[in-house]
């Protein structure tokens, strides 16, 4: 290696250290700070604590990050720490927020394979995107999985893109393993990848993709079904209301922004694709298609707004391939871009606001209805959505939600409570799109209602607790 190249890979090793540290002292700002109040973050101390002192979930899901967290909290048990609440928080909150940075390692491998010899401020900016924009920053605390199986995702994306290019066995297998843990981890990251995969062998084998193409469906719904059945049977059925939302607004802008990006792209691959050999050009292809599956404005805008948050891995990838051939006044317009999204992004997440389901009051007050549980083992306590993770964590207790109050929970428990929350505007503000005004259908962000046959047993600023009489 000459003196020039090592120099220019110092900077690029060097300028992706300090991004690390960057992202990394963001995500633990805002983990630590708002104490995991956001969105549904009692979800996941509390899978964890249930996997410590029962060895399985409270809930079915995929069980890669619980497991990872109730194993170091028990790895560091070992040096005579308690396992207790403190500490399974610490761990969550540790692990959430080193998860992004890691996602630069398998970055600068693409980096090197995307034939980027030579540092540059683009590439410094394109790092600087994947860890420090939207897209990341936002999967924080109540998105714990997301941001875990994206980083694993990039390193199945390097993997991969190493074993197109060397056809190394070793290569492989390391994308495959990736993969799996993808699976294992989180739902939606999974099936972008499945996505993404499916597309590129269309792309690559052309008619010869139907057998790979069934054998990678197949496993992995198999691979879904072992850990979570309703899931498998969701990914099964998802064609049943793909197509049934009608777009919003906020899609259509979604739509315009990335038919405009695919567009720019494909108009480089065009004028660039003498560069590229038969894989590079199946997977450049492929990355551009996403945009157009994804954000077509006839897919079901819930469906298209989930998988639209991994389209920044696209633009990422798709910067990498075209950097080396772009010209300066390309490279500067992109940086400009990606800066700016990266400013805002990191104004918006140290100066913004962002709603949290429940306050320290709220959890302070939670603990205050202890003795209203006399017998925690055969007591259920219902709730609205994400607030149940919250009593369950501080209370001990079975919770569930208005929808699931029929007569098999009410045999199943001998004590059934009713918790209502009270002007939480914070938790107004976190919820999804509701229903049309017209409709009166019952969503479960909704306070659950309170049936006749019910007393209060404990009030407070923020909750009252009912008692169901059986």
């Known amino acids: ?167 190394q066995t070793r290569s492989i297998i390391l994308a495959l393993i990736f993969l799996i843990l993808v699976g294992i981890t989180h739902f939606g990251t999974f099936s972008f990848a499945l996505l993404l995969l499916v597309i590129f062998l269309i792309y690559y084998y052309k008619k010869r993709a139907v057998i790979p193409l069934i054998i990678v469906v197949l496993t992995s719904l198999s691979l879904i079904y072992f850990f979570d059945p309703t899931r498998s049977e969701r990914l099964l059925l998802i064609w049943q209301n793909l197509f049934a939302g009608k777009p919003r607004p906020p899609q259509m802008l979604m739509m315009l922004v990335y038919f405009a990006i695919a567009i720019v792209a494909f108009y480089g691959y065009r004028k660039y694709k003498s560069n590229f050999n038969h894989p590079e050009k199946a997977l450049i292809l492929t990355f551009i298609s996403l945009f157009f599956v994804i954000t077509t404005p006839i897919i079901d805008p819930q469906v298209s707004g989930r998988l639209s948050v991994f389209l920044f891995i696209p633009i990422v990838i798709l910067i990498l391939y075209f950097g080396p051939l772009i010209t300066r006044k390309w490279h500067v317009a992109i940086s400009t871009v990606l800066g700016l999204t990266v400013s805002i992004s990191i104004g918006m997440t140290f100066f913004g606001n962002p709603p949290a389901d429940v306050s ?43 929808s699931k109050f029929d007569e098999t929970l009410i045999n199943d428990y001998d004590h059934i409570l009713i918790l209502n929350q009270i002007e939480n505007k914070e938790a107004e503000r976190n919820r999804p799109p509701q229903p049309e005004p017209e409709s009166n259908e019952r969503n479960h962000f909704d306070q659950p209602l309170i049936p006749e046959n019910s007393s209060l047993i404990y009030t407070s600023k923020q909750f009252k607790l009912y008692r169901f009489q059986k």
């Open 1 to 167: 290696m000459s003196i020039f190249n090592l120099y220019n890979k110092n900077r690029t090793i060097l300028s992706f250290w300090i991004l690390g540290l960057l992202s990394l002292f963001t995500r633990a700002y805002v983990n630590f700070s708002q104490n995991l109040l956001i969105g549904n973050g009692g979800y996941y101390p509390l899978q964890v604590r249930t996997v410590l002192e029962r060895g399985e979930l409270a809930f079915p899901d995929m069980p890669f990050l619980f497991y990872l967290d109730a194993g170091i909290v028990k790895f560091i048990s070992l040096f005579g720490f308690t396992q207790s609440d403190e500490l399974i928080l610490f761990v969550v909150k540790t692990v959430d927020s080193i998860s992004i940075p890691l996602l630069l390692i398998p970055l600068y491998k693409i980096v090197t394979l995307t034939h980027n010899k030579q540092y540059s401020t683009s590439i410094f900016m394109t790092a600087m995107f994947s860890v420090l924009a939207f897209y990341t920053l936002t999967l924080v605390s109540g998105t714990q999985k997301n941001s875990l199986a994206i980083t694993l995702l990039f390193f199945a994306i390097a993997s991969f893109m190493e074993w197109l290019k060397t056809q």
């Open 360 to 402: 320290k009051a709220d959890l302070d007050d939670l603990k205050n209805m202890k003795p209203y549980i006399k017998d925690p083992n055969h007591t259920v306590v219902i709730s609205r959505h994400n607030l149940e993770f919250w009593v369950a964590w501080s209370l001990h207790v079975d919770v569930s939600q208005e």
